[in-house]
């Protein structure tokens, strides 16, 4: 069976630190990915999804950048935090093409 | 932007009353998903129905889905405390990527 792995579960960084966001998928090949941030109280905003190895989307501009170096691998990084960074990251991922219903992990609370 | 709009925003129900949970959406879609999120978890998907499909069932859940008023419902029957949640809907129409709404708090009272 599919599994997520999303990591760490919470995270405190101070405003200027860099950040690394890690989410492992196992049990499945070539999946789409996607990373969403959540902010308190409202719905999830597509950051990022990826296709492939190396190919990655960006869907609003900001201060974050994602990669995936590793077929099942999608990592969310930034050089350096701001304070509206601070949210609740979920790492999701689906079959290719339309139709998949979306296996979220556990997310990542992110306080900067 | 939010594709999907919820309605309400917040529910509150006694345990074994039904539960009805309203979304729009505004472009075509391929698919619309519900997803249901405990607090401070991430999300579970629920169930997925397609744009050629006007209604779905699945155990207490039953999804109907109305594209010439681009609209949705969620039904809950006989509902539990263990639903307590907040409950999104979500639309796919572009490459499989999903558009969330904000969601719907859903309390249900023992």
């Known amino acids: 069976s599919q599994t997520i792995h999303q990591w760490p579960a919470t995270l405190v960084q101070p405003v200027g630190s860099p950040l690394s966001l890690e989410c492992t998928v196992e049990?499945?090949?070539?999946?789409?990915l996607y990373w969403y941030r959540q902010a308190a109280g409202r719905g999830l905003q597509l950051l990022f999804y990826?296709?492939?190895?190396?190919?990655i989307s960006s869907e609003v501009p900001q201060n974050l950048s994602a990669s995936r170096p590793q077929d099942r691998q999608f990592i969310l990084s930034s050089k350096k935090l701001l304070l509206r960074d601070s949210g609740f990251y979920l790492c999701?991922?689906?079959?290719f093409g339309s139709g998949y219903g979306y296996t979220f992990g556990s997310g990542t609370r992110l306080t900067v | 932007s939010q594709q999907g709009e919820e309605d309400p925003q917040a529910l509150s129900i006694q345990e074994g009353e039904n539960a009805t949970m309203n979304c729009s959406y505004k472009?075509?879609?391929?698919?619309l998903q519900w997803y249901r999120q405990n607090s401070g978890r991430g999300l579970v998907h629920l169930i997925l129905?397609?744009?050629?499909?006007r209604e779905k069932h699945s155990g207490r859940l039953r999804v109907t889905l109305d594209t010439s008023k681009k609209s949705s419902s969620l039904l809950i029957t006989a509902s539990r405390a263990a639903d307590t949640a907040s409950y999104f809907c979500?639309?796919?129409?572009?490459?499989?990527?999903?558009?969330f709404g904000k969601g719907i708090t859903l309390s249900v009272r023992p």
């Open positions: 999701a991922w689906s079959g």
């Open positions: 049990g499945t090949s070539n999946p789409n």
């Open positions: 990826s296709i492939g190895i190396d190919q």
């Open positions: 472009t075509s879609i391929n698919n």
């Open positions: 129905i397609r744009s050629n499909e």
């Open positions: 979500a639309t796919d129409g572009d490459a499989g990527k999903l558009t």
